[in-house]
């Protein structure tokens, strides 16, 4: 810190609004110190940013896919989507994953390493240096499980909310798990702002296990007891995701099931029909529009995702691992 070498706090705040406002990384660009101290600065804590590796922008709707160099040569992505509202960016949290979802692109390879906090402030703010647009929705559903590194990823959300940084509201701010629960609590006493998103993808344990490893140790009902908990400390909506398998979980009986399990918990369901991925042969489902009117008939608030950057890999992880497979 550079109090510890001996510098006022009016620097610390002056240094803060360069990295985090201004976004400028160049010590030789901060007019407002003294040369010595940028000297001094370079030698003591060079800036070494993540690097733009390679930027695909779809030609349908302008989603625009970033794969970015870290220092240590890792390599990860991350998603600018435009909407009416606003630019959303999703940012990974982790290099690769382990939670092994049957399909999902970006535990293919395994983890890696937790992200540093700078490593996902870096990506933000390398996108709006980039685009030169405004960001005012930031969404932690890119590689990795964000509640694995739930230091680093709580000091990402004060600092992007920070009102002298990029001042993005909380709730702007979604948070997804697959659904870790003793962390899900630990958030809750937080009292954050945030939405906290939780993967779902079935309406009972046995289905859920088949997909996804994690139902093993945390059984839906433990499950949906936290996200109660969350729901009623931060009095903020829970959004369960809701990945749609063709003949997986997609049946009429599913959506009842499905209405029937969130039927007591403040809650919206955002339905995904599942991007095909190599590894894996389950297929996109032919009955969203089906499936989410009948959960709107239970009066669960219900959205089916638009698909976005269909034309430049933007299911999760994918373009990393095919990045990475090409490199041989
Ligand atoms: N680990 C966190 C965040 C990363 S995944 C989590 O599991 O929520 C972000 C979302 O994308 C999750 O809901 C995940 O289940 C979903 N997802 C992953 N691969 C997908 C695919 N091929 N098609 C559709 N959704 C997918």
């Excluded at 296990?209 to 936290?226: D, F, G, T, V």
């Excluded at 669960?300 to 490199?327: M, S, V």
């Amino acid at each position: 810190h550079i109090t510890s070498i001996g510098q006022s706090k009016f620097r610390a705040k002056q240094l803060f609004d360069w990295f985090h406002k201004k976004l400028v990384w160049n010590y030789d660009e901060m007019s407002n110190l003294p040369i010595e101290l940028r000297t001094q600065l370079k030698k003591l804590n060079p800036i070494v940013p993540i690097e733009i590796q390679q930027k695909l922008v779809s030609k349908i709707d302008g989603t625009t896919k970033y794969l970015f160099r870290l220092a240590d040569g890792n390599i990860i992505e991350s998603v600018l989507m435009k909407y009416k509202h606003g630019n959303s960016v999703c940012i990974s949290t982790q290099v690769g994953c382990n939670m092994g979802c049957k399909f999902c692109a970006s535990t293919v390879l395994g983890l890696e390493r937790n992200l540093t906090t700078s490593e996902m402030l870096d990506q933000v703010y390398s996108i709006i240096k980039d685009t030169n647009q405004r960001v005012s929705n930031i969404v932690l559903m890119g590689s990795g499980e964000p509640l694995l590194n739930l230091e680093n990823v709580i000091d990402f959300i004060y600092l992007i909310n920070n009102e002298h940084a990029q001042n993005i509201g909380q709730r702007h701010i979604t948070l997804s798990t697959c659904g870790l629960v003793p962390q899900i609590i630990e958030l809750s006493k937080l009292n954050l702002q945030i939405t906290l998103a939780i993967s779902l993808h079935a309406t009972n344990n046995e289905k859920r296990e088949k997909i996804m490893p994690i139902a093993r140790k945390y059984n839906l009902q433990n499950l949906l007891k936290s996200a109660k908990i969350y729901s009623n400390t931060t009095n903020r909506r829970i959004s369960f995701e809701y990945a749609l398998i063709n003949g997986q979980n997609d049946s009429e009986q599913d959506a009842r099931d499905l209405a029937q399990l969130l039927s007591n918990i403040m809650c919206h369901i955002n339905l995904i029909p599942v991007n095909k991925i190599e590894e894996c042969e389950f297929d996109s489902s032919k009955n969203a529009k089906e499936f989410c009117k009948i959960l709107q008939s239970y009066g669960i608030e219900t959205t089916i995702r638009r698909k976005l950057g269909e034309d430049i890999d933007a299911a999760c992880g994918q373009l990393r691992r095919r990045y990475l497979e090409n490199k041989g």
